[in-house]
C-alpha cells in the first residue's frame, strides 16, 4: 500500500503498542499499514462520518486486516473508554480541532500513553495548549508533501511539563523543538512562510490604517522569520 509523505510520516513516528486509535480515520490508511508492518496487533478506526468509514472498511478488507480492526462512528476521542487504547492519533484536521478534541476526553487523553498530532491549519494554536504544561513534548517533525505544502507533528504524552510553558507566540509560529534541532526542511519552511506573508502583504490596501498596521505586522513576523534564518545558518 503506496502512502503519502505525510501519511508514511504518520506512521513512522507511531511507537510500537499492542492497541491503537486512528480518529478521523478517514480511507483507514494509517491503522492498516501499522497492522501490515506489525506495529499494533490491534486498530480502532473512527470517524464523525459513515462514508469515511466504508471507505476505511473496503482498504481493511483490501488489505487482509479488518479482523484485527474495530469501526467506530461517532466525534473524537469520545468513542474511546479511559484505557481501551495505548496510543491514539488525530490528523489532516485543524489545530483548533485537535485541541477541542483534546479537551473534550480528558479521561480518555490521561489513560493514554501517546499521541501523535498532524494539524493540516493552525498549528500555532495547538502548539500553544501542548506547550500549556499538561504535556510533554517527546519529539517534533516536518515533512514536505509532493505537492510542496508543508506539514507538522506532534508525538506527545498527558504528563506535566512546564518547560514550554513561558515562550512568546512567535515560538507557537516556529517550533523551538525543530530550531533546537537544525531540522533539515526549517529554511525551507520559512522561505515557504516569508513567501507567504509577502502574497498575504500584496493584497493589501494601504489606503486604510488597519491594514497599513496589518502590512507593519506582518512585516515585523517576516523579520523574525529572516532572524532565525540566519541563526540557523551559523
Not at 476526553?105 to 490521561?110: A, N
Not at 490596501?205 to 498596521?213: A, E, F, R
Amino acid at each position: 500500500m503506496k502512502l503519502s509523505v505525510r501519511l508514511q510520516k504518520i506512521v513512522e513516528i507511531i511507537p510500537a503498542c499492542p492497541v491503537i486509535a486512528d480518529i478521523g480515520t478517514d480511507h483507514g490508511y494509517v491503522p492498516c499499514e501499522l497492522l501490515l508492518q506489525g506495529k499494533v496487533q490491534r486498530a480502532i478506526a473512527a470517524d464523525i462520518n459513515q462514508k469515511p468509514l466504508d471507505k476505511a472498511k473496503r482498504t481493511a478488507q483490501g488489505q487482509g486486516c479488518i479482523d484485527r480492526m474495530d469501526f467506530r462512528l461517532g466525534s473524537g476521542l469520545a468513542v474511546l473508554s479511559p484505557g481501551e487504547v495505548q496510543g491514539a492519533v488525530l490528523a489532516g484536521m485543524g489545530g483548533e480541532l485537535i485541541k477541542d478534541l483534546l479537551a473534550n476526553s480528558p479521561e480518555v487523553v490521561q489513560a493514554l500513553d501517546f499521541l501523535v498530532l498532524q494539524p493540516a491549519q493552525n498549528p500555532e494554536v495547538l502548539r500553544k495548549y501542548l506547550y500549556s504544561g499538561d504535556y510533554r513534548i517527546l519529539s517534533e517533525d516536518l515533512v514536505r508533501e509532493s505537492d510542496g505544502r508543508f506539514y507538522e507533528y506532534f508525538l506527545v504524552s498527558p504528563q506535566p511539563d512546564l518547560s514550554l510553558c513561558d515562550l512568546t507566540d512567535f515560538d507557537h509560529l516556529i517550533s523551538p523543538v525543530l530550531k533546537a534541532e537544525h531540522h533539515p526542511l526549517l529554511p525551507e519552511f520559512l522561505r515557504a512562510k516569508m513567501e507567504e506573508i509577502s502574497q498575504i502583504q500584496s493584497k493589501l490596501n494601504l489606503s486604510y490604517p488597519s491594514s497599513q498596521k496589518k502590512f507593519e505586522e506582518l512585516n515585523d513576523q517576516k523579520n523574525r522569520y529572516e532572524e532565525v534564518l540566519i541563526w540557523l545558518s551559523n
